[in-house]
């Protein structure tokens, strides 16, 4: 099934799609006037329509039904990364993570980061397809290259939350699994190459996250961080 995206709907009835979309619509798929689509308002919602006006910048989609996604979640997970000095390992991180369901993802800049920059409407890109292809209706929010510091001290004033820091400097920790509470909206913490440094565990710690560990083998930034994403969705399932 191809799916498409759109989120600019008028009045219920008509959808936008941008530029891009359309050209993937009419010039990729050769789609036509009159055929029906299906597209998703990354908001929890799938549509099916028919094409209605097909210009070259623009096309316009009659809507025939609506129908709520069936990838609602009753906790919401927030993943706070390090970015990567690789970006295609982070990219892999992002992709996966929104085809497994992560609700928030915000690259962050650590004491032992490499990279400072990123392209966030790559990431962008590479969420919205990731979900066309997995069905997801609902798509997640990708924040701004924070820094630790800041998101720690952001983080803290947010209640009903369960909060975690996995990282290698104690190798008898409790497994995620055996902390993270089921419904719960949860926040994991994923570190650089190189770990958070001593000082940033201790100021997490400091601000309400549990430290954690994600098993007897030392893993890789993006490997520990859909472990991580994948442990809470199994603690949910």
């Not at 908001?43 to 316009?60: D, F, H, N, P, V």
């Not at 969420?127 to 800041?150: G, V």
């Not at 089921?182 to 430290?211: C, Q, Y």
Request: with cysteine.
């Amino acid at each position: 099934m191809i799916i498409f995206f759109c989120n600019d709907i008028r009045n219920g009835e008509l959808a936008y799609f941008s530029e891009a979309e359309t050209k993937h619509c009419a010039q990729v798929l050769r789609k036509k006037l009159g055929d029906t689509i299906q597209f998703i308002d990354g908001a929890g919602s799938w549509y099916e329509g028919q094409i209605q006006e097909l210009a070259k910048r623009q096309a316009i989609v009659k809507i025939t039904a609506k129908h709520e996604g069936t990838d609602h979640q009753y906790f919401r997970l927030h993943m706070a990364v390090a970015l990567l000095k690789n970006m295609d390992r982070f990219e892999w991180f992002i992709e996966k993570a929104t085809e497994i369901g992560v609700d928030e993802i915000t690259p962050l800049l650590t004491e032992n980061t490499e990279r400072s920059k990123l392209r966030p409407e790559r990431l962008e890109k590479i969420i919205l397809s990731a979900a066309k292809q997995c069905l997801r209706t609902r798509l997640p929010k990708l924040n701004e290259l924070t820094d630790f510091e800041d998101f720690i001290k952001k983080n803290a004033t947010i209640e009903n939350e369960a909060r975690f820091i996995p990282h290698c400097h104690k190798t008898d920790l409790a497994h995620l699994k055996n902390n993270c509470p089921a419904g719960a909206n949860v926040t994991v913490l994923i570190g650089p190459e190189g770990d958070f440094s001593e000082a940033e565990v201790s100021l997490a710690l400091k601000n309400g996250f549990h430290e954690v560990g994600l098993g007897a083998n030392r893993l890789r930034t993006e490997t520990a961080a859909i472990t991580a994403c994948h442990t809470v969705h199994l603690v949910n399932s």
